[in-house]
C-alpha cells in the first residue's frame, strides 16, 4: 500500500524506551531562518500538512475531544498532527503559528503470563504491547531553561511560535507519557478503523477514479480487439471466395468438343 500511496516510511529522530516518560526533549534546532525559509514554512502551513509517525505498526492519530475551539467539525480522530495552522484570515507570516512541540501519547497492555501459579523458576519478565499511540501539537517559544528533560514543562508560560521577524530559529521538542489500557491487541485498531469522515472520503475518490480509468481501459481495448478480429475474419473471408473460384471445377456445355 505504501507504495501505491507514494509513502516511504523512514526512521526518525524520536527516541521512544518502554515505560520510561519523557518531560521534554530537544529533537533538533532548525538553522537561521531566512525569509525563503519561512515562505515555505507559511505555504506547507497554508497548505495543511501533517507530520505522520509510526509506532509498532500504528500510525500517529490527533484525538479530538467534543467541542475543540481549533477543530470544531472535525471528526475523533485525524491521521497525523498538523505542522501549524493561521490564527487570522490574512497572509502575513506573524499570523502562522508553528507547532514546534509535540506530546506523544503511547497506550500499552500487558502480555497475560502463560506461566502457572506455584511453578518453580524464577518470575518471566511482564511483556508488553502498543496499543494506541496519539499525538497532541503544541505551539512553544522556548527559553534555554524551558525544554528540560528532568523539568516540568509549562507551555503557558513560554507565549506561542509565530513566524514573525522575531523568530531567526525553531526548536523542536516533544515529550512521551506512557498510560496503561485494558484494550485487546485484537482491537487496537478500532479507534483507526473509525477514524475520519474525511480520510474515508478521499478513499472513495480514489476507489471511483480507479474505476471509472479501468472501465474506459478496457472499453478501449475490448473496441480494438474487436475491430481487430473483424477485420482478419473479413479478410480470411475474402481469401476464402477469391480460392473456391479458382478450383471451381468447370462443367456445362464448354466441355463438349
Given at each position: 500500500?505504501?507504495?501505491?500511496?507514494?509513502?516511504k516510511?523512514q526512521?526518525?529522530?524520536y527516541?521512544?524506551?518502554?515505560?520510561?516518560?519523557?518531560?521534554?526533549e530537544?529533537?533538533c534546532?532548525?538553522l537561521?531562518?531566512?525569509?525563503?525559509?519561512?515562505?515555505?514554512?507559511?505555504?506547507r502551513?497554508?497548505?495543511q500538512?501533517?507530520?505522520?509517525?509510526?509506532?509498532?505498526?500504528?500510525?500517529?492519530?490527533e484525538?479530538f475531544t467534543?467541542g475543540?475551539?481549533?477543530?470544531?467539525?472535525n471528526?475523533s480522530?485525524?491521521?497525523?498532527c498538523p505542522?501549524?495552522?493561521?490564527a487570522?484570515?490574512d497572509?502575513?507570516d506573524?499570523s502562522?503559528i508553528?507547532?514546534n512541540?509535540?506530546d506523544?501519547?503511547?497506550e500499552y497492555s500487558?502480555?497475560?503470563?502463560?506461566?502457572?501459579?506455584?511453578?518453580?523458576?524464577?518470575?518471566p519478565?511482564?511483556r508488553?504491547?502498543?496499543?494506541?499511540?496519539?499525538g497532541?501539537?503544541?505551539?512553544?517559544?522556548?527559553?534555554?531553561?524551558s525544554?528540560?528533560?528532568?523539568?516540568?514543562?509549562?507551555?503557558?508560560?513560554?507565549?506561542?511560535?509565530?513566524?514573525?521577524?522575531?523568530?531567526t530559529t525553531i526548536?523542536?521538542?516533544?515529550?512521551?507519557r506512557?498510560?496503561?489500557?485494558?484494550?485487546?491487541?485484537?482491537?487496537?485498531?478500532?479507534?483507526?478503523?473509525?477514524?475520519?469522515?474525511r480520510?474515508?472520503r478521499i478513499?472513495?475518490?480514489?476507489l471511483?477514479?480507479s474505476?471509472a480509468?479501468?472501465?474506459?481501459?478496457?472499453f478501449m481495448?475490448?473496441l480494438?480487439?474487436?475491430?481487430?478480429?473483424?477485420?482478419d475474419?473479413?479478410r480470411?473471408?475474402?481469401m476464402?471466395?477469391?480460392?473456391?473460384y479458382?478450383f471451381?471445377?468447370?462443367?456445362?456445355w464448354?466441355?463438349?468438343?
Open positions: 500500500s505504501q507504495i501505491l500511496l507514494g509513502e516510511v526512521p526518525s529522530l527516541r521512544a524506551s518502554m515505560l520510561r516518560n519523557v518531560t521534554c530537544c529533537l534546532r532548525s537561521a531562518l531566512r525569509d525563503k525559509e519561512k515562505a515555505v514554512l507559511s505555504r502551513i497554508e497548505q500538512y501533517r507530520m505522520n509517525l509510526v509506532l509498532d505498526g500504528l500510525p500517529l492519530v484525538r467534543e475543540s475551539l481549533r477543530k470544531p467539525n471528526p480522530v485525524l491521521k497525523g505542522l501549524g495552522f493561521s487570522a484570515k497572509q502575513s506573524s502562522r508553528i507547532y512541540h509535540v506523544l501519547t503511547i500487558v502480555v497475560p503470563s502463560t506461566t502457572k501459579k506455584g511453578t518453580f523458576g524464577p518470575e519478565e511482564p508488553y504491547r502498543v496499543v494506541g499511540f496519539y497532541s501539537p503544541q505551539s512553544i517559544r522556548h527559553t534555554q531553561s525544554c528540560s528533560p528532568d523539568r516540568q514543562l509549562f507551555p503557558g508560560n513560554c507565549g506561542v511560535l509565530t513566524l514573525g521577524p522575531e523568530t526548536l523542536w521538542t516533544y515529550s512521551i506512557w498510560i496503561k489500557r485494558d484494550i485487546p491487541w485484537s482491537t487496537r485498531w478500532d479507534m483507526y478503523l473509525q477514524g475520519s469522515s480520510d474515508a478513499q472513495w475518490v480514489s471511483a477514479n474505476i480509468v479501468l472501465t474506459l481501459l478496457t481495448v475490448a480494438i480487439i474487436i475491430r481487430t478480429v473483424r477485420r475474419l473479413l480470411y473471408q475474402s476464402g471466395d477469391a480460392l473456391a479458382n471451381k471445377e468447370e462443367t456445362g464448354k466441355l463438349i468438343n
